[in-house]
C-alpha cells in the first residue's frame, strides 16, 4: 500500500447519520471474489433507479460536489462488518471519511484499506457542512503525521486520535499482517501454555 | 485485582501487549463462509503462505445459498462461483467444510453452537457481525473484517484494541408471550443503534439468567445493533447442560476438566465496567420495529412516534426520513396494519425452540391469504429435528412452508427477498433501508409476533392467539 501524505481535497458532504454498510453497498453486490469494482455499486440504492439512470439529488450524482473526502452524519458505517464497504469507498476514489462518530467494524475496516477515518466533533462536523452549503469548493486538509484536520475557509483545525501503530502503518504503507507474521515466534509459544488446548 | 468476565478472556488471549498498539489476541475458534472470505484466500495466495492452524477453523455456505433444491446445482451464476470458489479454498488450504448437502451446514452462528464448537472462555472471530451469537456461551466472540479473516487465517491472531466494558443487568422476570428478542429490541430501543460502540457487553441479571442457551443466543446476536463489539453471559449449569454431549464438545475427563475451568468465568463480585445499564423485566412487552435502523423500536401496542418527541433536529430528520421510506405515518399504530410476507429465520431466530413456539401458535389455524410465509430453519439439524417432532407437518397445513437452512430473506443475497415496497414481518435483525430487497419494508419483532401476524394477516400480538 502507497504512503499517507498530507492533502488537501474538496469535499462530497453526505449529512446523514447512521449511514449503514448495507447502504454503502448492498448485500447483492457481495458476489465478487475479488477487491475491486466496488465503486460502481457504492451507495447504489440511493444514486441509481431502478433502470441504472442516476437519482436526481444525490450527492454522488451532483457534479457540483467532487474530491476525496466523504464527510458524513454521526454513526457512519454501523451495520454489517463486510469490508466491501470499505473497498467500495476507496475504490470509487476517496481516501478520507470524517464523521463525529464511527462505527467499529468499519473503522477496522477502512484503516485495513489506507481510507483514514477521521472523528470530529459534533461541532465541528457542523461548520464542514455549513461551509460546504455556502460553496461546494470548500477544502479540507488532512494531516495525518500531525494528526491535525483543517476547514480552509475558517481557518478552523482540530487534531483527531489515531492508534500509533495504525497511524504509522498508514505512513509507511504496512500492513497488520506483516506485523502479525514477525510475531509468529511469539505465536507458537504462547500456544503451547494456553489453557484450552489441554480440552 | 477484580475483573470483568470479559477482562478475564480477553487478557487470558494476550500473546503480546504493547503501549501504543492494538493487543495481538490469539483467536481460538475461526468461522469462515462464502461471502467474506475468498479476498482472504487471495491474500494467502499472492504471500505464498499457508493457513497456520487448520483445525482452528470451519467453513460453512450459508449467505449466498438458495433454500429450495439445495442438492441442485445453485442456478444463480455469481452465487455459484463464490460457494465453488469456498470449496475451491477449502480443499487447497485443508480446511474442514459443513458445505451445502452436509448434514452439517447452516447458518454459522447456528452451527457452531450446536456443534460443540463453541465453548466458554474462547475467543471466537467470524467476517461476520453477528459472530457476538457465541458470546451467550460466556465467550469473547465478536465479528471482522476481511483482511482480518485473513491475519486469523495466516497467524490464528488478530490486532485489537480491547474495547471499554458495558453491563447490562435485566432484573425481574419476563412476562409470559414476551421473548428474548423483545427484551433485545427493547434495549436497543433505549441505548440506540450506536449506544454501544466501542464496548463489550456483559448482559447480566435474573431475567438472563432464566433464559435458555438458545434465548440467550437471540440476545448476544443482536448487541452489534446497538454498536457494541460483542455480547456475552456468565456461564452456568444451563450453559454446561447445552453442551455435555454435543458433537465437538470435550468428553468425560476433558470435560470435567473443562468445567472446572468454565466455572471460573464470571464477573468478580466488585469488578468495575465503563458503563452500567439497568432494566426490568416487568416493563418489556412485545416489541416492533417501525423504522430504518434496529434501534427504532416501540411496544407493539405504541403508537409510532411523531418527530415533535424527537429531541434533536437530527432525530426529527431520521425519523422522517425512515417513515417516509417505509411508508409510515408519525403516531399512527401498527397493530392492525397488513403485510404481504412474514419471514421466520435468520441466526437471530432458526433455531429449534424458535420453531417450536412458532408450531404451537399455528397449529390447528391457517395462514391469512394475503400473506406468503417463509420459515427457514438455521441449519441441517434444525431442519432434522423441526421434521422428527412432526412440526413441518403442522407448519404445512398452515400454510407456512419449511426450507431447506440458510440466511435467507435476512439480507437480499439469496434467491429469497420482498420485493419493493413490500411489509415483511421479519424475525431477523436487520431493517435497514433494502435489508430484505431493495425497497423492500421490514418490521423487526419475535417469531410469536410473526406468525401471529401470518395468521391473522396483519400486525398482531400473539397473547390474544395463545
Known amino acids: 500500500m502507497p504512503g499517507f501524505d498530507k492533502f488537501s481535497s474538496r469535499i462530497v458532504p453526505l449529512n446523514i447519520e447512521n449511514v449503514d454498510t448495507d447502504q454503502i453497498i448492498p448485500a447483492r453486490f457481495l458476489k465478487a471474489t475479488n477487491r475491486e469494482g466496488f465503486g460502481a455499486n457504492l451507495f447504489c440504492d440511493w444514486r441509481y433507479e431502478k433502470d441504472g439512470s442516476p437519482k436526481a439529488g444525490f450527492i454522488l450524482n451532483d457534479p457540483s460536489w467532487s474530491g476525496e473526502i466523504l464527510v458524513a452524519g454521526k454513526n457512519f458505517g454501523c451495520g454489517s462488518s463486510r469490508e466491501h464497504a470499505a473497498w467500495a469507498l476507496a475504490d470509487y476514489g476517496f481516501r478520507v471519511v470524517v464523521s463525529s462518530f464511527f462505527a467499529d467494524i468499519f473503522k477496522a475496516n477502512a484503516l485495513n484499506n489506507s481510507l483514514l477515518p477521521i472523528q470530529v466533533s459534533d461541532q465541528f462536523l457542523k461548520q464542514i457542512f455549513e461551509q460546504a452549503a455556502l460553496n461546494p469548493q470548500t477544502l479540507l486538509t488532512v494531516d495525518l503525521e500531525s494528526q491535525i484536520i483543517r476547514l480552509e475557509a475558517t481557518g478552523g483545525e482540530e487534531s483527531f486520535e489515531i492508534n500509533a501503530y495504525k497511524k504509522a502503518c498508514l505512513l509507511h504503507g504496512y500492513d497488520d499482517i506483516d506485523f502479525l507474521l514477525s510475531q509468529k515466534e511469539n505465536i507458537e509459544s504462547f500456544e503451547k501454555e494456553h489453557l484450552f488446548q489441554q480440552f | 485485582m477484580s475483573r470483568t468476565l470479559f ?161 447490562i443487568t435485566i432484573d425481574g422476570e419476563l412476562k409470559p408471550g414476551v421473548t428474548s428478542k423483545d427484551l433485545i429490541l427493547y434495549i436497543i430501543s433505549r441505548i440506540s443503534t450506536s449506544g454501544g460502540t466501542g464496548y463489550f457487553v456483559e448482559y447480566a441479571g435474573s431475567a438472563i439468567e432464566a433464559l435458555s442457551m438458545e434465548a440467550r443466543m437471540t440476545i448476544c446476536n443482536m448487541s452489534i445493533e446497538m454498536g457494541a463489539r460483542g455480547g456475552m453471559i456468565a456461564p452456568d449449569q444451563t450453559t454446561f447442560d447445552y453442551i455435555a454431549g454435543r458433537e465437538f464438545a470435550p468428553k468425560g475427563h476433558d470435560f470435567e476438566n473443562a468445567l472446572t475451568y468454565w466455572k ?152 429469497d427477498k420482498v420485493p419493493a415496497g413490500k411489509y415483511c414481518v421479519s424475525t431477523s435483525n436487520r431493517n435497514f433501508e433494502g435489508r430484505q430487497g431493495p425497497g423492500a419494508r421490514t418490521f423487526l419483532a419475535s417469531p410469536l409476533t410473526a406468525a401471529a401476524t401470518a395468521i391473522l394477516g396483519h400486525i398482531a400480538d400473539a397473547r390474544a392467539l395463545i
Not at chain 2, 359 to 374: H, M, P
Request: charged content about 20%; aromatic content about 6%; hydrophobic content about 35%.
Open chain 2, 7 to 167: 477482562d478475564k478472556i480477553w487478557d487470558s488471549h494476550v500473546v503480546t501487549r504493547t503501549e501504543g498498539s492494538p493487543d495481538v489476541l490469539y483467536i481460538d475458534r475461526h468461522f469462515i463462509h462464502e461471502v467474506t472470505s475468498p479476498q482472504a484466500f487471495s491474500g494467502l495466495r499472492k504471500r505464498g503462505i499457508p493457513v497456520f492452524r487448520t483445525n482452528q477453523t470451519i467453513a460453512t455456505a450459508d449467505h449466498n445459498v438458495p433454500t429450495e433444491n439445495q442438492e441442485k446445482p445453485i442456478s444463480e451464476p455469481m452465487s455459484r462461483m463464490q460457494v465453488d470458489a469456498l470449496i475451491n479454498n477449502c480443499e487447497e488450504f485443508g480446511i474442514e467444510l459443513y458445505g451445502l448437502g452436509h448434514p452439517y451446514q447452516g447458518i454459522v452462528h447456528v452451527i457452531g453452537p450446536e456443534l460443540g464448537i463453541t465453548l466458554p472462555g474462547m475467543t471466537i472471530v467470524c467476517g461476520d457481525s453477528h459472530t457476538s451469537t457465541h458470546g451467550a456461551f460466556g465467550a469473547v466472540a465478536f465479528g471482522i473484517g476481511t483482511s482480518e479473516v485473513e491475519q486469523v487465517l495466516a497467524t490464528q491472531s488478530i490486532l485489537k484494541e480491547k474495547p471499554a466494558s458495558m453491563r
Open chain 2, 264 to 415: 471460573t468465568l464470571t464477573t468478580d463480585e466488585d469488578a468495575m465496567f465503563d458503563k452500567e445499564y439497568r432494566f426490568h423485566a416487568d416493563d418489556i412487552e412485545p416489541m416492533i420495529t417501525y423504522g430504518t435502523n434496529p434501534g427504532m423500536g416501540i411496544p407493539l401496542s405504541a403508537p409510532i412516534p411523531t418527530p415533535e418527541q424527537m429531541e434533536t433536529e437530527s432525530d426529527q430528520k431520521a425519523l422522517e426520513k425512515s417513515l417516509n421510506y417505509m411508508g409510515l405515518d408519525a403516531g399512527s399504530s401498527l397493530l392492525g396494519k397488513p403485510v404481504d410476507y412474514v419471514f421466520i429465520g435468520s441466526c437471530t431466530n432458526s433455531r429449534i425452540e424458535d420453531l417450536r413456539q412458532v408450531a404451537a401458535l399455528v397449529k390447528g389455524r391457517k395462514k391469512a391469504a394475503n400473506v406468503q410465509v417463509l420459515v427457514v430453519p438455521g441449519s441441517r439439524q434444525v431442519r432434522a429435528q423441526a421434521k422428527a417432532e412432526g412440526l413441518d407437518k403442522i407448519l404445512a397445513e398452515a400454510g407456512f412452508v419449511l426450507r431447506e437452512p440458510g440466511c435467507s430473506a435476512c439480507l437480499g443475497m439469496n434467491e
